[in-house]
């Protein structure tokens, strides 16, 4: 089984700085790694994956998140955060392999980015 | 259609009443998933179906939660005799293989479900 832990429930950050939103996973096969945004009263929509290959992904809306093996992370960043980058970001894993429940995403608890102007 | 679909999109039912839920999936997608999001709890795996297999039931919380795909394509999460604890966001999603994808599921906007 997989979990993940999304260290931050909420990180406010001014317009314009940079962003670190933290995921952590714990699995004992080979993952893929996700993570998606929601805005208020709409669904999750994917920012980017890692699937193989480079280690830093770069994903929609100038977010990239890099995954780092050893330290089981997969950590998302901005470089420079605007107003309408506020919302829930959600972390997510699947075992890469076939078998039972590998189509399964399992999600963290969500972190909720407040951009301030 | 161009996305997932789910209705309603909000509602609200009086506790012990049975309610429906619907999802139409992308058009072709052969997979589809009910996921539950509840208040600071993150998003919780429900159900998932994929073509013409038997789905896995296995995160349904309680025999009161049932869901059907027909045809192959729109799916409907029915709970029973709802409760308190029932209220949640309820997101549908599909993508366009199983077990054996590697891609990220388009998600639905989601039906509120509110138990007064």
């Known amino acids: 089984a997989q979990s993940v832990t999304q260290l931050d429930s909420q990180v406010p950050v001014f317009e314009e700085a940079p962003v670190e939103l933290r995921c952590n996973y714990s699995?004992?096969?080979?993952?893929?790694l996700f993570w998606y945004v929601q805005y208020p009263n709409q669904g999750l929509q994917l920012l980017l994956k890692?699937?193989?290959?480079?280690?830093l992904v770069k994903g929609i809306n100038g977010f990239e998140a890099e995954f780092n093996k050893s330290q089981t992370s997969f950590h998302l960043r901005k470089p420079s955060v605007h107003i309408s980058d506020t919302a829930e970001y959600f972390c997510?894993?699947?075992?890469?392999?076939?078998?039972?429940?590998?189509?399964?995403?399992?999600f963290g608890k969500g972190t909720k980015l407040s951009v301030i102007p | 259609g161009a996305g997932v679909s789910q209705s309603p999109s909000n509602k609200v039912t009086e506790k012990g009443k049975d309610v429906e839920l619907r999802c139409d999936p992308i058009?072709?997608?052969?997979?589809l998933y009910w996921y539950r999001q509840s208040l600071g709890q993150g998003l919780e795996f429900l159900i998932y179906?994929?073509?013409?297999?038997?789905?896995?039931k296995s995160g349904l919380p309680s025999d009161r939660f049932s869901a059907e795909r027909t045809g192959g394509s729109v799916s409907t999460l029915t709970i029973q005799r709802t409760q308190q604890e029932d209220s949640a966001v309820y997101l549908c999603?599909?993508?366009?293989?199983?077990?054996?994808?590697?891609?990220?599921?388009?998600f639905g906007s989601g039906t509120r479900l509110t138990v007064v």
């Open positions: 999603a599909s993508s366009s293989q199983g077990t054996a994808a590697n891609y990220g599921y388009t």
């Open positions: 699995s004992s096969v080979s993952v893929y």
């Open positions: 890692y699937l193989s290959g480079s280690t």
């Open positions: 997510a894993v699947r075992r890469s392999g076939p078998g039972a429940g590998s189509y399964q995403l399992t």
């Open positions: 058009s072709g997608h052969t997979a």
């Open positions: 179906f994929q073509g013409n297999s038997a789905p896995d």
